[in-house]
């Protein structure tokens, strides 16, 4: 739904693969790219201002638990 909406307002485009039509490959448009690019510099800022509010200690504490979660991930 959310790879739907993307690719209708012109964001994204798919692509199946050649030998396998199962396979579909998404792909950032030049729209899509633009967007990214105006967008992504003031995302970052935000999160790295909202981070700084946590000490060694805390970043460490996060960053443990980020990796107990990323190994927890189910397929």
């Keep these: ?24 490959t998404v792909h950032l448009s030049a729209k899509g790219s633009r967007i990214i690019q105006d967008v992504l510099p003031d995302q970052i800022r935000g999160i790295v201002d909202d981070m700084s509010v946590l000490n060694a200690s805390d970043l460490n504490n996060l960053r443990t638990m980020c990796r107990k979660l990323g190994r927890n991930t189910k397929e």
């Design 1 to 24: 739904m959310v790879v739907d909406n993307l690719e209708r307002n012109g964001l994204v485009r798919r692509v199946r693969g050649r030998s396998d039509r199962r396979f579909v």
